[in-house]
Structures are given as C-alpha cells and as structure tokens.
C-alpha cells in the first residue's frame, strides 16, 4: 500500500568484539624533555635586524599598464533605524 510505512521489529543485534587498546607509559628508549630548555636555546643573533646591502634578486626592469575596461559604480546606502521596544522577558 503506498504512503504506509512497514512495521519494524525490534531485533536485538549481536554485541561487538570490543577492540584492544595499548596503553604504553613511554614510548621510544629513552625519556625526552618535551620542551627545549632555556639553558640550550640560544639568544638571537641581533638586538637590530638591518637589511642586506644588495637583494639576493635581481631587479626585473619589465613594466606593464594595468587597463581596467568597464565602469564601476559604487552605491553606499546609509541606513537609519530606530530602536523598538525590547521584551521585559529579553532584559538582563
């Protein structure tokens, strides 16, 4: 019959195996410190960072005009609303 829907029975499915989960306190040899020490690290190489005195890259002495075609129209829509009755229920 169309439209009805077929009556389902409550079927108890079978439990599955539950998976095996490792649970390793260290892993790899040898215990490392999760941080660098401040000890080890060491201080950056200026207090001033100065360019160099000649650019890695050559300059590309190519130039191009950028000719945009079209026109733009650009609408600003000032909008002013004013403030409505707000519901005792919504006040802090």
Same mark, same amino acid.
């Not at 390793?24 to 190489?45: K, M």
């Not at 207090?47 to 005195?53: G, K, L, R, S, Y």
């Not at 300059?59 to 950028?66: E, F, G, R």
């Not at 129209?73 to 802090?92: G, K, Q």
């Given at each position: ?25 260290? &892993?790899? #040899? +040898? @215990? %490392?410190?999760?941080? /660098?020490?401040? *000890? =080890?690290?060491?201080?950056?190489? $200026? !207090? ?13 002495? &190519?130039? #191009? +005009? @950028? %000719?945009?075609?079209? /026109?733009?129209? *650009? =609408?600003?829509?000032?909008?002013? $609303? !004013? ?10």
């Amino acid at each position: 019959m169309a439209g009805s829907n077929p009556v389902r029975l409550l079927v108890k499915l079978p439990v599955p195996v539950p998976s095996v989960v490792i649970v390793l306190v260290i &892993v790899g #040899a +040898v @215990v %490392v410190a999760q941080q /660098t020490p401040l *000890a =080890v690290t060491a201080p950056p190489p $200026s !207090a001033v960072i100065v360019p160099p005195e000649a650019a890695v890259v050559n300059v590309i002495a &190519v130039t #191009a +005009v @950028v %000719v945009r075609v079209g /026109t733009t129209i *650009a =609408v600003v829509v000032n909008v002013t $609303s !004013a403030p409505y009755a707000v519901p005792a229920l919504l006040v802090a």
